[in-house]
């Protein structure tokens, strides 16, 4: 049985209650001291005997209740931390003072290819490939910042964690006993990158839109999306081109690993390089100590999003096309390869096929990238879903601006879908999030909308016809109903789509003669 004894502390003490139970014949096999209170553990005390236990221990002065635990305290936390440590993914060991290690997970038992028990009985420098590392650790009290060390041939970046011995209240500020170390795989890291990037998820459901372009898009990028073959996604800028590429990751086989992106035109080449393939220590002058491993690295086993890609350097472009050949890289400054099993999506605005003709863009690369196509459509192309997705923005920006929900008019409806939307979906999003941030009114006017974007109507209405209020509101009735009653040929449906009543729209288009008669 485990008991709990509570005693006022004082000298002596924890040694005449342990001088009870020996005089009862009692073994202990454990106990732990923790003022006010004594842990002991004896198999052979039974529950009928702990009123005599009681009474007997009365006679110690100071002692107080006894109770019934089920575990020792002490025991209970090294349990706890050996669950811990079990269900850890990352490799984690602690050292002593002297570098040696004194405990190793499971996960650092794998990634050394050695027993928890062999781990335990060797020093930091007999497990790492990084001579140096041991001694280094020590000099410096334990305290150095994170780097990339290697262990068992594989790359990992290693976090320092110190384990002081307190001194009186401060904990943080002690003699330093050792270290804990952790040990983060690329992949890992890469995984973390994608979990703190993409935390509302990826699906083909944040694609706004039920257009007839939407759906057939939907459709084709679905079937696309599980195929395991390089992707060229095309489409003006601002059409939604990486949504496109992170939903069709995230319906793939690979949606459990990693999605990262890297903006191909953001960054010179030296950085782009870089950011791709990783570097080693000291490769060049602002290297980060111990090295860095770039974005295949980190996305091995999961998805490389390449925006932009018509911006890529021709040496770059070079590089990327070795690569997708038989997936080995070498990080700047290294002579070894690293292989990794990565799927390559890529963008761009710009016409390829020209490019390759001008001499821009390899050939070669542009028919290994352009495995699966896709086409996103520009907005201007799908007017059905202009209102849809305004709406979409108006909510988004009245939470973030903790305003109620407002919404849109006749009027600011009609300015917005017979806009041209040069900057596509991204433009609309600005000219919503601007109107509702400058906007203190429920309900949103094309007004609102016109000063927020600086006439988003002035295709629509001419310089010629604004000479009076009533010419320029005809001017942009006409405009306005030509160019959607193709699309909607009878006032019924004209009206629904403009939400707006049957007999306005009838009496409008009599007004203005649409459709023509010939």
Not at 96 to 103: K, L, Q, R
Not at 120 to 135: F, K, M, P, T
Not at 201 to 216: A, D, K, Y
Not at 340 to 367: P, W
């Amino acid at each position: 049985m485990r008991i709990n004894i509570q005693f006022k502390d004082r000298v002596g003490i924890a040694h005449e209650i342990l001088a009870v139970l020996a005089r009862r014949g009692l073994n202990v096999v454990a106990v732990e001291v923790d003022p006010p209170n004594i842990y002991i553990d004896s198999p052979e005390l039974l529950e009928f005997m702990l009123p005599s236990l009681q009474a007997d221990c009365q006679s110690v002065r100071g002692v107080g209740e006894i109770k019934v635990l089920d575990v020792l305290p002490g025991i209970r936390r090294r349990l706890n931390l050996d669950t811990m440590m079990a269900v850890m993914e990352d490799p984690v060991l602690a050292i002593d003072a002297s570098g040696h290690i004194v405990i190793a997970n499971f996960a650092a038992a794998t990634a050394a290819r050695m027993s928890e028990a062999s781990l335990c009985q060797r020093s930091l420098n007999q497990v790492l490939d990084d001579a140096g590392i041991q001694e280094e650790l020590v000099s410096c009290g334990f305290r150095l910042p994170s780097r990339e060390v290697s262990l068992n041939g594989e790359p990992y970046f290693m976090d320092v964690t110190p384990v002081s011995e307190p001194q009186g209240v401060d904990i943080a500020h002690g003699r330093s006993v050792g270290a804990v170390l952790t040990f983060h795989a690329p992949t890992r890291i890469g995984g973390r990158l994608h979990a703190l990037q993409h935390s509302e998820g990826s699906g083909f459901h944040f694609i706004i839109g039920e257009s007839e372009q939407i759906r057939s898009l939907k459709t084709r990028a679905a079937r696309v999306a599980v195929v395991d073959a390089p992707l060229l996604i095309t489409g003006e800028t601002g059409t939604g081109k990486e949504l496109l590429a992170q939903a069709c990751h995230g319906v793939s086989g690979r949606s459990t690993a990693a999605f990262l992106e890297l903006n191909c035109a953001a960054l010179p080449e030296s950085l782009a390089e870089s950011e791709l393939f990783g570097y080693m220590s000291g490769a060049f002058t602002g290297a980060q100590r111990g090295g860095k491993p770039g974005l295949f690295e980190m996305a091995d086993g999961g998805t490389v999003f390449l925006d932009e890609i018509g911006e890529m350097s021709l040496y770059l472009q070079a590089k990327l096309l070795r690569f997708l050949n038989d997936g080995k890289f070498r990080r700047i400054g290294s002579d070894k390869e690293v292989k990794v099993n990565v799927r390559i999506i890529s963008a761009t605005h710009r016409n390829l096929r020209k490019m390759v003709q001008e001499g821009s863009f390899r050939e070669d690369l542009f028919y290994r990238l352009n495995v699966l196509h896709l086409e996103m459509p520009a907005l201007r192309e799908r007017p059905d879903d202009i209102l849809p997705l305004a709406r979409h923005f108006i909510e988004r920006a009245c939470t973030q601006a903790q305003k109620p929900v407002c919404r849109l008019n006749s009027s600011a409806c009609a300015a917005l879908v017979s806009n041209h939307w040069p900057g596509n979906v991204r433009q609309l999003q600005n000219v919503v999030f601007r109107a509702i941030t400058m906007s203190d009114q429920r309900i949103l006017d094309a007004v609102d909308l016109d000063w927020a974007e600086g006439s988003i109507t002035a295709e629509v209405v001419k310089s010629d016809t604004t000479e009076s209020w009533e010419i320029s509101v005809n001017a942009f009735e006409r405009s306005l109903l030509e160019s959607l009653y193709p699309q909607y040929p009878s006032s019924r449906k004209l009206a629904t789509r403009l939400a707006t009543s049957h007999s306005m729209i009838a009496t409008k288009l009599r007004k203005y003669g649409i459709p023509q008669k010939r």
